[in-house]
Structures are given as structure tokens and as C-alpha cells.
């Protein structure tokens, strides 16, 4: 870029031409790395680079303050004040913003807001790469076909404001996912994984996991819908949870549209949600799930307000010992509903002091249980109950007295999260996983896998 290159330089620059009350801007330099494969061979690479700016001006009216916001990205030098000028102008022709709030301030900078980005490459994948060949030559060896990705991306965000924010925060978001076919591709099996840096990964464990569920899936059982006893492994825990924290805003539980509002009026904080001590958290310091320790909204929300950027976050507990703690809050939000400022922070964690892993508690089976791979289509039915259906994918096994004795049908579930909670009878060891049909907007979660005794398989699905 000319003139303009670094982006501490873009963050200043655009700062120094605002003409309005307020300023926030956000440069976001992204980097990703990629690997594909399938049939046991790479087949594609790729390593990307790109830059976003987002600007949000405000402007101080005798009504309330307005803001405007633009993104956009491949920002050159000459691009700057136009874009300032827009935003400028949009919130000149915006009606004061509800949430508005003053700009944040008073938050020590951070050491390394002028150094360069962080960025990431094809040597992420140095010892990975020769691990997955290793994996291919084992499938093949066992006549098991492996296709999938790697992806790495590293996000450098620099934040600064108009009343004297200068933030930093660098994000590596790492996803594998790998799935196994029989020859005849009549059998299919998934495993993911989250990771940071891509060297606590192990191709070869995941394909031989897969492998073994390929094996159970040689015999065929076929079962009608209904209520069964089901191990749900934290990846399909993620996914639900995941979608019950973007449903737990404050406003929206006080009036009264949400399955976190009290019947009669306010909200169920402080009630039992579970029997368990089941302990639902968030925290941007978690080991191996380090998130932004401040808050980076590029636009305001039900969760979220751009005058909230550089709010520094705290580990917050939203359910805790089996009791409804928190629910997310904007500073604007709190003061409407009286609760305690707590935005959403980017990870989630769930403890329920369990021990055993999931091999351990389908060994621990008695009678009949299902044991599922994953979820996915998951959509919301009922706000007020939190009632999500959704469809079970790449393997629904029978689990008779501890042993996996087959592959059973695909079924189509319906289930609230907050239902699951109050009926699990058994929580496993927390891990870390990946959610498969979030996975593209929430990677990091550590979750144990649940014993649900009486979970709703609501119809027989054809899904894969």
C-alpha cells in the first residue's frame, strides 16, 4: 500500500481526518492457510491475505447521539478519507442510536499495538502435512477412503478510538475435519478438531476412531422414531449450547420473547436450570481457547453495541453449579434491565466435574442407548422454549449393555438446550471440540459429552 501501509498507520490516519464527535476504527488484517484432500491425496492449497477497516463515527445531536458504520475492505491510502466521510455522513443522516453509550475510555493500550500483524502460512502445516500422509497411507492400507480440510486463519486486529483507545488482539482460528468412506461409500464417518496452532492434532488417532466407526456401521439396524437413552459427544453439546448463549440477551428475556423469561415478567436468573453442577463459562484467557480479552463489535445488536468497543472482558460464569448466573448484557442493555454489564465473549466452556470419557460411558451403558457423531440443519422452532430441530449426521450407532452393536438410521430431532440441561443424567470429562454446524462462526468450546435419558428422535430422517 502507498504512503499508508502499516495498520496501526490506517487505524491513525483515518482518526486524524474525523470531523465528528466520536471515532472507532478497526483493522482487521486476515491471513489463512488451507489444505484439502480426498480419496487419501491432497488436492488443493492455498494461503490468502487480505485487509478490512471498519469505521464508526458518531455525532452528538440535541435528541441523542447517531452513529454510522461502513466496512470495506482492500483499503488503499487514497481510500481513507472517503471512507471516513461516509461513515461521517451516514450517522449526519441516522436517528439517534438506542444504545448509545459514551465511547470508551481509560484502557491502557496495548505494548504492541505498532508492531505488524501476525500472519500465518503454509509452515502451520510442517509437521501436520507429513502426519496426514501417514494417515492416508493407514486408510489405505485398511481400504478406507479419507477426505476433508485444514484450514488455519490469523486475524490481527488493531482498535482505535477517538477518545484514546490504541488495542491489539491477534486470533488463531484453526478447524480440521476429516471424513472416512468405505469403498463403496456406503458407510461414512466425521471427526473434528479446534486448534490453535495445528500441533496438538493427530490425523492418524482420528482416522483409526474413524475406522472403528466404520466398522460398527457393517451392520445395519433400522429404528423408528421416539424418546431413547442418547450420548450426545461434545461436539453435538457445542452446537446446542452455542446456540442457546446467542439466545440468551438480557432485553430480550425481560420482555418477555425468550425461554429466559419469567412467566409474569422478568427473567429466570437465579433458578435451577439443572440437577447437575453444571457450570456454563466464558473466559478470553481459557488455556488453548484464548479469545479477545476487550469487545470488538464491527455493528450493534441484540449482544452487541459499537459503542461498547474496548470494553475489557471478564471470565463470566452464565450458568453456575446448575443455576441461570448471567445473561449477556451491552452497557446500554444492563442499564435497561438492571443486570450486570456481561457481553458475549468469543469461547465456551462447560463443566460438570464428570470424568469419564465418552468410550468410558457408553462402556458404562446398561439396557439400550444411542450414541451419536454429530448435528447439523439445526434451526430454531420455539424462542419461547428454545425448541431447535435439526437432523443426526455421519453415524448414529446402537449401544446394547456397553457395546456398539451397529449403525442405526438418521433420525430428525426436536429438542430445547435448556430442556437437555435439566433432564442430563450423566456429564463426561470436558475436552476441547469442534462444532460442526457452527463451526464456520464459534470454533472455540470445550465440552463433555451428556447421558440424556429420554432425548425427542422426533422422525426417521435420510440424511447422511
Not at 75 to 95: H, N, Q, S
Request: hydrophobic share 40%; aromatic share 6%.
Amino acid at each position: 500500500m502507498s504512503r499508508v501501509s502499516k495498520p496501526y498507520e490506517i487505524v491513525e490516519r483515518a482518526l486524524e481526518l474525523s470531523t465528528t464527535d466520536g471515532l472507532v476504527v478497526i483493522a482487521d488484517e486476515h491471513s489463512s492457510a488451507n489444505l484439502r484432500w480426498a480419496g487419501n491425496a491432497l488436492t488443493t492449497n492455498g494461503v490468502t491475505r487480505g485487509r478490512t477497516l471498519t469505521v464508526i463515527a458518531t455525532v452528538d445531536g440535541a435528541e441523542g447521539t447517531a452513529s454510522g458504520v461502513v466496512s470495506r475492505s482492500a483499503v488503499t491510502a487514497d481510500d481513507l478519507e472517503p471512507l471516513v466521510r461516509a461513515a461521517e455522513a451516514a450517522a449526519r443522516g441516522a436517528g439517534p442510536a438506542e444504545d448509545a453509550q459514551p465511547l470508551v475510555s481509560g484502557v491502557p493500550s496495548s505494548p504492541d499495538f505498532t508492531d505488524a500483524p501476525a500472519e500465518t502460512g503454509s509452515e502451520v502445516f510442517a509437521d501436520f502435512a507429513p502426519a496426514l500422509g501417514d494417515a492416508f497411507a493407514q486408510a489405505r492400507s485398511g481400504g478406507r477412503q479419507l477426505y476433508g480440510f485444514a484450514n488455519h486463519e490469523l486475524t490481527s486486529t488493531y482498535l482505535g478510538t477517538s477518545t484514546g483507545l490504541r488495542l491489539r488482539h491477534d486470533q488463531p482460528t484453526g478447524t480440521l475435519e476429516l471424513n472416512a468412506k468405505s469403498p463403496d461409500r456406503t458407510r461414512s464417518a466425521w471427526a473434528g478438531r479446534s486448534t490453535r496452532d495445528f500441533k496438538d492434532v493427530d490425523p492418524a488417532a482420528m482416522d483409526a476412531e474413524l475406522a472403528q466407526r466404520l466398522g460398527w456401521a457393517e451392520r445395519r439396524i433400522d429404528l423408528p422414531a421416539g424418546r431413547y437413552e442418547t450420548l450426545l459427544p461434545p461436539t453435538a453439546v457445542a452446537d446446542l449450547l452455542i446456540y442457546q448463549l446467542w439466545s440468551s440477551a438480557a432485553r430480550d428475556a425481560v420482555e418477555g420473547r425468550t425461554v429466559f423469561s419469567q412467566p409474569g415478567g422478568g427473567t429466570r436468573l437465579g433458578e435451577t436450570l439443572a440437577p447437575l453442577p453444571l457450570t456454563l463459562r466464558s473466559d478470553p484467557h481459557a488455556p488453548g481457547l484464548e479469545s479477545a480479552p476487550f469487545v470488538i463489535a464491527h455493528s450493534s445488536g441484540d449482544s452487541a453495541s459499537v459503542f461498547d468497543n474496548g470494553l475489557p472482558l471478564a471470565p463470566t460464569d452464565w450458568i453456575r453449579d446448575g443455576k441461570l448466573e448471567r445473561l449477556t448484557t451491552t452497557r446500554h442493555s444492563a442499564a435497561l434491565t438492571g443486570l450486570p454489564v456481561a457481553p458475549a465473549i468469543d469461547n465456551l466452556v462447560l463443566d460438570g466435574g464428570g470424568e469419564r470419557s465418552l468410550e468410558e460411558m457408553v462402556a458404562a451403558t446398561t439396557g439400550r442407548a444411542l450414541l451419536l457423531t454429530c448435528l447439523w440443519y439445526i434451526r430454531e422452532v420455539d424462542p419461547a422454549t428454545l425448541l431447535l430441530t435439526g437432523l443426526t449426521r455421519d453415524g448414529v450407532y446402537l449401544v446394547e449393555d456397553g457395546q456398539v452393536v451397529g449403525e442405526v438410521n438418521n433420525f430428525r430431532f426436536n429438542e430445547s438446550p435448556v430442556d437437555l440441561l435439566s433432564r442430563a443424567s450423566e456429564a463426561g470429562r470436558t475436552e476441547k471440540t469442534l462444532p460442526r454446524e457452527w463451526g464456520d462462526w464459534f470454533t472455540r468450546a470445550a465440552m463433555p459429552a451428556l447421558r440424556i435419558p429420554d432425548f425427542n428422535m422426533s422422525s426417521v430422517s435420510q440424511g447422511v
